[in-house]
Structures are given as C-alpha cells and as structure tokens.
C-alpha cells in the first residue's frame, strides 16, 4: 500500500530561501516637516521689542534744533546718545515718563559732558554741556566763568566762519566771499573745565547773562551752558517752559551724547538739496 505525503512536505527540508525572503524591508524615508515661516506679524513685533531695548538701555537719537551749541554742534546735525553712562530713569525711557524720583545703576556726569535732557518744566528735550555739578558755585563775570572761586582759563583761538544759513539769521558778523555766498564770522574761544576736560565757546560781546550772582549747585541738579554763550537760554535763566532750564534734576538727564551719525543744511520739506545738503565731513564725528 503506498502512503501519500503530507501536501507541505513536497519541497525538501533543506532548501534555503531566497535573499529577497530574508532581507529585513528598507526603512521609509523620514519625512521631516515643513518649518513654519514666521509671519509678518511676528517679525514686526520682534522688530519693536529690538528697537525699545535699543532706545531704553542702549542710545537714544537727537536732532540739533538750534544754535546754542555751535560750534561743535550745528543746526541740522543728527546725533545718538548713549543711555548707560548716568543711569536710568522716566527721561530716559523712549515714551518720557515723570514718574517716581531716582534713578536705577545712577551715576553723576563729569563735567564738559555734552548732555540730553528733559526740560524741569516742560519735559521737552534740550542739549547743554555740563558745567557745574552739586557743591560747586558757579558765576558769570563779563563773560568769564568762573567755578568755585576760580575763573576757568579761557584764550582766544581761530574765528569760526560757517555759510549763513537761510533758515537763521546771522548772529556774529556777516561777510560775502568772491563767490557770492554769504558767511557768518564769530570770535571764538576754548575754555578748559579742572579735570582737563576742553572745548570751544562762541563770544558775541557783553550781554545780560554774562554777568550772574554765584549759585551754589544743590544736591541731586547739575548746571548747564551752552557753548553758543550769548545765544543759549540755559541755568543761567530760571527754568520757564520754552526758555530757560534752570538748574537741572539729575533724574531729568536723558543720556551723554556719542557722536554724530548725520548732518545736513537741507529742509526735509526740500527734497531737491537734500543730496547737496549733505555735510559728509561731520558725520561719525565723536562729541
């Protein structure tokens, strides 16, 4: 009798099977996802947040209104000042916030620092140079200042010549040169602060404020001037919303001014001289 095998067992028992059977399957490729693109939205407000630390904690940027500063400064002259160096308080901020006195990591100016701040009545911005600070006695006579007793060395240099401009009226000497253009002429001076801090003044003649009663700095306010001396409404006059600063609060300064990053004689309002304007030699220059 013949025994039929079992229908599995017809293939030997030893057969090895093919690559294909044994080889593990390939792995599907990652599919990594697709990065979401910041939208417009989000890359506005993270440009705001730059710019508020920028303006709060790093430099602030100020425009040269008027003549009170000349000749380092001149109308038309666009500078940035740097926040850190006296601390900060509500001035300071880029929204100006006249809040709670003093201020946080404060620190005193030197003197012959060149200095933002805000108006005490008026909270509007102004540039002075520091002359006094608390403790020193500070007195205009005949046009020489003198500070604690002491009248600060004060000798004549080169005039300062510059092209009148159309905007303000000439104050020094008027001139025209063989070319037809107009200039302004005005004497002028370099005074040197103890301490060895330098810089140049302008002297116009014997004006009212070149002669003052002595005023002793209080505590915690600063004495301002203007190098422009007899065109600069500054501690000399009591503080008055749109004249004199008075003596100022150390809580009012804004920041120490750095250097200049652009100077024009253009109007805004004039875009045809805006490229002609352009006073190339002033910008960078440190203050």
Known sequence: MTIAPPPNMTAPMDETPSA???APAAPA?????????????????????????????????FMIPSESMMPRLLVGDYLFAAKWPYGYSGASLPIDWPGPHGRVFGSLPERGDVVIFKHPIDRVDYVKRVIGLPGDTVQMVAG??????????KRRIADLVIPQAVSEPCRGTTERHADGEFFCRYERFRETLPGGKTYEVLDLGIYDQDTTEPIVVPEDHVFMMGDNRDNSLDSRFPAEADRGVGLVPVD????RASFMFFST????????????????????KAI
């Open 20 to 22: 294909e059977a044994v």
């Open 29 to 61: 490729a990652e599919v990594k996802p697709e990065k979401k693109q910041d939208s417009f939205w989000v890359f506005l407000l993270k440009l705001v947040v730059i710019v508020l630390v920028f303006r709060t904690f790093i430099f602030t940027s």
């Open 265 to 284: 004689t253009s109007a805004w309002g004039t875009p045809g001289s805006w490229l002609s304007g352009i006073r190339w030699s002033r910008m960078g």
């Open 252 to 255: 009012n300064l804004a920041g």
């Open 144 to 153: 020489q200042l003198v500070l604690n007793g002491t009248p600060v060395p």
